[in-house]
């Protein structure tokens, strides 16, 4: 759509057939007009075809060739745009106006459509240049309008080339090729509307999530050695999805990191070169189903409250075996008879895995299925409680979603008169007791056995959750000061007003802390 035409004085200068020296003994009329005001002058031979003349008026008028020209003489009467116009002087000029285009050959109506708005704005900006004397904004918006639909107009022309588009010039325009240099360019909008997404982005959705997870399939090379379907591994991570439901913590995105953790742990130990891939595969799978359908109440929950999941599974790991059970359900279709180790993340079973660990450590062959089996018990615990080797903002968000959920189960048990375990009770816990003691007793130890066996991991595991318990030993200390504090002017206050009833503060005393049992997941 951008103007190319030359520059109008320079315009028909000839007639095809004639030598050039009768080209220049050959007279030439000089008609003086203006268009949008502006003043314009086209030279053309006094006998040269009409359509020629009509052709260089609408080049100075930057019309399409459907456009309809009309030209007004000094007194305003329409004229001909013919090679008999009677010739004027600057002072007495002709005006041009575009007044439409010719819809039915536009059937999308774009063509010109942007030329005759800016031709539009240009005559209204003068006006009010006029009237006003400066241009006002309306008119600057305007103009920024017109300019990103001219580029919106640019970006989609190469679908011309497709029969989509109606090219937009006159017939002598050539063919843009497709990578026209204002085709490559993004339009502003385009831009705009990435760069706000990007900003606002703080959260992956899930469908994205589902994308990575695919990945990883696809990355482990899971597709190509087992020969599954693109589509039946997407139908699987789809009933993955609608299986995790809407609760604090244990949700999908739970799931997500748990796996997310699993990859980075085959990779960094380059457990591809001393591993089965069917061991890898259940590795991963696990990590994707470890915590499917969970209600956000946890065993000691279902136990005492007797539901349907701990009669099912008489009170052993009642959690587990059901998301074990789903798992299954769905991995029918894709690897239909093979175990998982989602029996593994039962935090009840937390020392007896990792004594069995222990015992074989120094000893540990990969070469031994037994061995291999504790291995990848051990992998899956590491990687369902890694949160806190994650950065700080990305970990302590979630430590707010788990304790949520805790407060949420301990709620309940009060209600319903069942025993209310300490590490879940709003009443006893605060963030940095429920992740001190949690780190210093069972998250270190763990991974401190899995560093053993790969040095390598000590960076990535161990370093950032020291750091953790540094950032929470810091906040539980300042905690304490402040409820130190508070009880010293609690005491002064209740002295004075002994029906004081504030007793809802956390209880972080020496005693209370020895009470609370590791976080649980
Ligand atoms: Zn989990």
């Given at each position: 759509m951008?103007?190319?035409?030359?520059?109008?004085?320079?315009?028909?200068?000839?007639?095809r057939g004639m030598s050039s020296a009768a080209?220049?003994?050959?007279?030439?009329?000089?008609?003086?007009?203006?268009?949008?005001?502006?003043?314009?002058?086209?030279?053309?031979?006094?006998?040269?075809p009409a359509q020629d003349v009509k052709d260089l008026f609408r080049s100075a008028a930057e019309a399409g060739p459907h456009d309809i020209l009309k030209l007004y003489n000094p007194k305003g009467n329409i004229v001909n745009i013919s090679p008999q116009l009677p010739p004027n002087t600057p002072q007495s000029t002709y005006k041009l106006e575009v007044v439409a285009a010719d819809c039915n050959s536009d059937p999308?109506?774009?063509?010109?459509?942007?030329?005759?708005?800016?031709?539009?704005?240009?005559?209204?900006?003068?006006?009010?240049?006029?009237?006003a004397g400066e241009t006002p904004t309306i008119v600057h918006e305007m103009k920024r309008q017109v300019e990103s639909f001219r580029e919106k107009l640019e970006s989609v022309e190469h679908l011309s080339w497709l029969?989509?588009?109606?090219?937009?010039?006159?017939?002598?325009?050539?063919p843009s090729p497709f990578y026209h240099k204002r085709t490559l360019r993004k339009t502003r909008e385009e831009c705009e509307h990435v760069r706000d997404k990007f900003l606002k982005m703080r959260q992956w959705e899930d469908a994205e999530i589902m994308v990575l997870?695919?990945?990883?399939?696809?990355?482990?090379?899971?597709?190509?050695?087992?020969?599954?379907?693109?589509?039946?591994?997407?139908?699987?991570?789809?009933?993955?999805?609608?299986?995790?439901?809407?609760?604090?913590?244990?949700?999908?995105?739970?799931?997500?990191?748990?796996?997310?953790?699993?990859?980075?742990?085959?990779?960094?130990?380059d457990l591809r070169s001393k591993m089965d891939s069917i061991d890898l595969l259940t590795l991963l799978t696990s990590a994707v189903c470890h915590d499917l359908d969970h209600t956000g109440y946890n065993?000691?929950?279902?136990?005492?409250?007797?539901?349907?999941?701990?009669?099912?599974?008489?009170?052993?790991?009642?959690?587990?075996?059901?998301?074990?059970?789903?798992?299954?359900?769905?991995?029918?279709?894709?690897?239909?008879?093979?175990?998982?180790?989602?029996?593994?993340?039962?935090?009840?079973?937390?020392?007896?895995?990792?004594?069995?660990?222990?015992?074989?450590?120094?000893v540990f062959d990969f070469g031994n299925k037994d061995h291999r089996e504790v291995l990848m018990?051990?992998?899956?615990?590491?990687?369902?409680?890694?949160?806190?080797?994650?950065?700080?903002?990305?970990?302590?968000?979630?430590?707010?979603?788990?304790?949520?959920?805790?407060?949420?189960?301990?709620?309940?048990?009060?209600?319903?008169?069942?025993?209310?375990?300490?590490?879940?009770?709003?009443?006893?816990?605060?963030?940095?007791?429920?992740?001190t003691g949690f780190i210093r007793f069972v998250l270190l130890p763990l991974f401190m056995e899995l560093a053993n066996l790969f040095p390598c991991?000590?960076?990535?595991?161990?370093?950032?959750?020291?750091?953790?318990?540094?950032?929470y030993t810091e906040m539980e200390k300042a905690l304490e000061r402040e409820n130190l504090n508070r009880a010293q002017i609690d005491k002064t206050g209740k002295s004075k007003e002994p029906s004081s009833s504030d007793s809802k503060e956390p209880d972080t005393s020496a005693e209370a802390r020895s009470n609370l049992k590791p976080t649980a997941v």
């Open positions: 951008q103007s190319q035409q030359p520059p109008i004085r320079a315009a028909v200068t000839g007639r080209q220049e003994e050959m007279a030439t009329k000089i008609i003086y007009f203006t268009i949008n005001g502006r003043p314009e002058q086209a030279e053309f031979p006094v006998d040269c999308l109506g774009i063509l010109g459509l942007e030329a005759r708005a800016r031709l539009r704005l240009q005559s209204l900006e003068k006006k009010i240049l006029i009237e029969g989509l588009f109606k090219e937009l010039s006159d017939a002598t325009h050539k997870l695919q990945v990883m399939y696809v990355d482990l090379d899971f597709i190509s050695t087992f020969n599954i379907e693109l589509e039946v591994l997407q139908q699987f991570l789809y009933e993955v999805y609608r299986r995790y439901n809407n609760i604090p913590f244990h949700n999908f995105k739970h799931c997500f990191c748990v796996t997310q953790m699993m990859y980075g742990l085959i990779w960094l130990t065993n000691a929950y279902q136990i005492n409250a007797r539901t349907e999941l701990a009669l099912r599974y008489n009170d052993i790991s009642p959690l587990e075996n059901h998301h074990c059970a789903v798992a299954f359900e769905l991995l029918e279709k894709v690897y239909p008879g093979h175990k998982l180790c989602v029996l593994a993340t039962d935090m009840t079973r937390h020392n007896e895995i990792l004594n069995k660990f222990k015992s074989i450590l120094s018990m051990i992998l899956i615990k590491v990687s369902d409680i890694s949160n806190e080797a994650r950065p700080m903002d990305v970990a302590e968000p979630w430590l707010d979603c788990l304790l949520q959920e805790f407060f949420n189960q301990s709620d309940m048990e009060k209600l319903e008169g069942l025993p209310v375990s300490p590490f879940m009770d709003r009443d006893k816990v605060t963030k940095p007791s429920s992740q991991l000590e960076q990535h595991i161990i370093h950032p959750v020291r750091k953790a318990l540094d950032y």
